[in-house]
Structures are given as structure tokens and as C-alpha cells.
């Protein structure tokens, strides 16, 4: 027999011989609305109920390999499944953990009211079930973090052992019911002086800011990482503008900071220097406030460029101004999570927007243990990225598109 050519007939005949379409409806419609103390609602939903069954063992009993086919039609597209069967051809594994940012990926300001969707839920919900290992990946502090999954997935689902939480981009992970590697700060493996520019970052940012930047931003509250966000709507010409005075802020203070860790004079034009010749970005902020660099960045000092080079500086137009540790990023946060979570051979769907997120795109493409998707208001890089791999790109807002892709590959994986 001829797998590949096999499951393509199959496919095939699925789609053209079921009314496909009416069995996703109900299979949405049982998921994502799930019974109420209503006699009407309840019986509308246990109509559907029984309808979906009848549906799924009518194509079951019509192929020799029926559960997993009645289990694609329910979810997929024909176009997701035939995605979805590219990859099983291309990679030949089933997805076996999930490493996923939230903002602007699992949820959008602009197309869900910053709310994640319900049918996204749903599918997270329906893989954990499935043992499926969750790593939720963000730049968002470990409080907030908590406070809309256990809202959204549930205190049972978080606190199951299979759920792990890298927070702060990677600053720590999080992994509830593991004992005594439940909570790792990854940032106390750092040597003292980075600990000590970052304790003075920390207590001097707000303090010493222009009135500008102190008026019209906040510091995150973060553990390791010191975050500047607007007072404004995110994306707003008022957020953008005080947010590029703030990263020239930082990137001062940080220069100042540095100097004092390694006794060098002038150390805040050396950091514009460095910073500005690392990301095109904060170059075009720094020209466009008329504050360009005045040193060329082959210059900075030995001992200034070795601590620069450990430390990054993060300007997200409209969004915010971060200061991080290159030591610690989403690649060391992930690493972490799946070690504790004893993922010792893991096959990963990563999805993101950022170049945070694109670290952890390339590691497991390096790697061959995962395949990555993006939304496509994704950052250039990152949707050159996903582009050039898998060609998983979705519309904003929408990530269950991607994991009824998934949901169709695995269940192509049950068919060898």
C-alpha cells in the first residue's frame, strides 16, 4: 500500500461523499456552546448532539479507517485537510506539544477585543484532553498570565501538570503541580553584574525619566525585565510618541548604568551607538527624534560591548520599551518548560507575531522537532520566516484555523 497516495484518495472520497460542512457546524456548535439551564437551549443542543453523532458514525462504518476520517470532517476544512496532509508528507509526525504566545496571536486588539476566542478555547481545551502539552510563551508578566487562563481554560487545565507558563519572555517558567521546579527564575543564573544594571534600571527608570515619558508611561510589572508601556491606546500617534521618547530614555539610562559597572566615561553615546547598528528600528527612532548616534558602533569599548551584547533593548512601536537579557529569551523559557514537563523528543506547533517569538520559529526549524505559524499582521521577519517553512499564515484573530489544521494532521498520523 501507498500511504501517501492513499490518504489523498481518502480524503477525497470524505469530502465528496459527506455533507461535511453541516458536521462541522455541529461540532462547533456542541463545543463552543455547551449546555444551559434552559429547557430549549438544552434540547437544540442535544439535537445537535445527536445529529453530530449520527454523522460521524455514518462515515465511520463507510471506510475501514473511519474514526480518525470522522473525526478530520467534523473539524477541518477540505483546504486544512489537505494542508494539513502537506505536512504529514513533509514531516511525517504528529504535533505533540503546543508553544504559543497570546497577544496579537491567540487573541487581537483589533478583531476580538483583546478577548481569546471561543472556538480557540475550545480546540486548547480538546488537545489537552488529548495529552497534548501546553506551553503558553509571552512577554506579559506571570500574574496576568494566570489571571486569564485559569478564566479562560479553567483552574483543573492550568493546574494539571500538562501546562507550563514562560513569562516575561522567558525571564521564568511557570509549571504548576511540579514541585519544587513549579516556578524556576531563570534571570538568578545571571552573573552580578548584569543583575546589578538591571536593579538599577529598575529603581531609576521611572525616577529619573523626563516629565514626558513619567507623565505618559508605566512601568510593567515584571520581575526581571524593566517595561515601559504608554498611558495611551496602543498604537495611537500618543502612544507612539511617547514611547519612542521612552526608548531613548532607556537606552541613556542603560548606558549609564553600564558605565558604572565597567568605569567608562560616555557610556550612554556608546549605547545609541551599539543599539542603533543592532535593529534598523531604534536607528530610524533615534533619527527621527533628531538624536542620532555620534560614534560608530566598531568602536565602543571592549568591556561596554561585551556587556551590550548581553543585554537587549526592545522598541515595539506604539507598544512598549523593554530592556531584557539576551541570556534569557523564549528559546531558554521553552527549554525549561518542556524539560520539566519531560518532553524529551517533542514536535512542536510554535506560534507568535515578534521577533521574540521568531527565536524560538528558527530554534525548533533548526532543530526539525516543530513547524510554526504566524497571523498575518506578523512582524516581516516572522512571516518570511513561516513563509519559507510551512506556509502557515492566518487571518487576524483566527488561530483555529491553525489548529484545526493540526487537529487534521494528527489524526492523518492515526492513519499509519
Not at 11 to 34: K, S
Not at 244 to 267: F, K, N, T, Y
Amino acid at each position: 500500500m501507498e500511504p501517501t497516495r492513499d490518504r489523498d484518495d481518502l480524503l477525497d472520497e470524505l469530502y465528496d461523499r459527506f455533507d461535511t460542512r453541516t458536521l462541522r457546524a455541529y461540532q462547533t456548535f456542541v463545543d463552543v456552546f455547551p449546555p444551559v439551564e434552559s429547557r430549549v437551549a438544552l434540547d437544540h443542543w442535544q439535537d445537535a448532539e445527536n445529529a453530530l453523532s449520527e454523522s460521524k458514525t455514518a462515515i465511520r462504518e463507510a471506510f475501514d479507517r473511519g474514526d480518525p476520517l470522522a473525526e478530520i470532517a467534523a473539524h477541518a476544512t477540505r483546504e486544512e485537510a489537505f494542508t494539513a496532509l502537506d505536512l504529514c508528507e513533509r514531516h511525517g509526525r504528529a504535533v505533540s506539544a503546543f508553544v504559543l504566545d497570546v497577544d496579537e496571536t491567540l487573541r487581537s486588539a483589533g478583531s476580538t477585543d483583546n478577548e481569546i476566542p471561543r472556538e480557540t478555547l475550545g480546540f486548547l481545551t480538546e488537545f489537552h484532553e488529548a495529552g497534548v502539552p501546553i506551553v503558553i510563551c509571552t512577554g506579559q508578566t506571570l500574574e496576568n498570565v494566570k489571571g486569564f487562563l485559569i478564566q479562560g481554560l479553567g483552574s483543573e487545565i492550568f493546574h494539571s501538570g500538562d501546562l507550563s507558563v514562560v513569562y516575561e519572555a522567558g525571564t521564568g517558567a511557570f509549571t504548576p503541580n511540579h514541585g519544587s521546579e513549579t516556578k524556576q527564575l531563570l534571570y538568578e543564573g545571571l552573573d552580578d553584574t548584569v543583575q546589578e544594571v538591571f536593579y538599577r534600571l529598575r529603581s531609576a527608570v521611572l525616577a529619573e525619566a523626563p516629565e514626558a515619558v513619567r507623565r505618559g508611561c508605566h512601568l510593567q510589572g515584571n520581575e526581571f525585565n524593566v517595561t515601559l508601556k504608554p498611558n495611551f491606546e496602543t498604537g495611537s500617534p500618543d502612544a507612539t510618541r511617547v514611547i519612542d521618547r521612552a526608548l531613548i530614555h532607556q537606552l541613556d539610562l542603560l548606558g549609564s548604568a553600564a558605565g558604572e559597572a565597567c568605569d567608562a566615561s560616555d557610556a550612554t553615546g556608546w549605547a545609541r551607538a551599539f543599539y542603533a547598528d543592532s535593529d534598523p528600528e531604534i536607528r530610524a527612532v533615534l533619527e527621527a527624534e533628531d538624536e542620532p548616534p555620534e560614534r560608530a558602533s566598531d568602536d565602543v569599548p571592549a568591556d561596554l560591548r561585551d556587556l551590550f551584547e548581553r543585554i537587549d533593548v526592545a522598541y515595539y512601536e506604539g507598544d512598549a520599551a523593554e530592556i531584557g537579557s539576551r541570556e534569557l529569551n523564549k528559546v531558554v523559557g521553552v527549554e525549561a518548560a518542556l524539560d520539566v514537563l519531560g518532553l524529551d523528543d517533542p514536535f512542536a506547533l510554535v506560534m507568535g507575531d515578534s521577533k521574540s517569538d521568531l527565536r524560538v520559529m528558527r530554534w525548533v526549524a533548526d532543530a526539525d522537532m516543530g513547524i510554526a505559524a504566524a497571523p498575518e499582521h506578523a512582524s516581516i521577519d516572522v512571516l518570511d520566516h513561516v513563509i519559507r517553512t510551512d506556509e502557515l499564515v492566518y487571518d487576524q484573530g483566527d488561530a483555529a484555523e491553525i489548529f484545526r489544521i493540526v487537529y487534521a494532521l494528527n489524526q492523518l498520523a492515526r492513519l499509519d
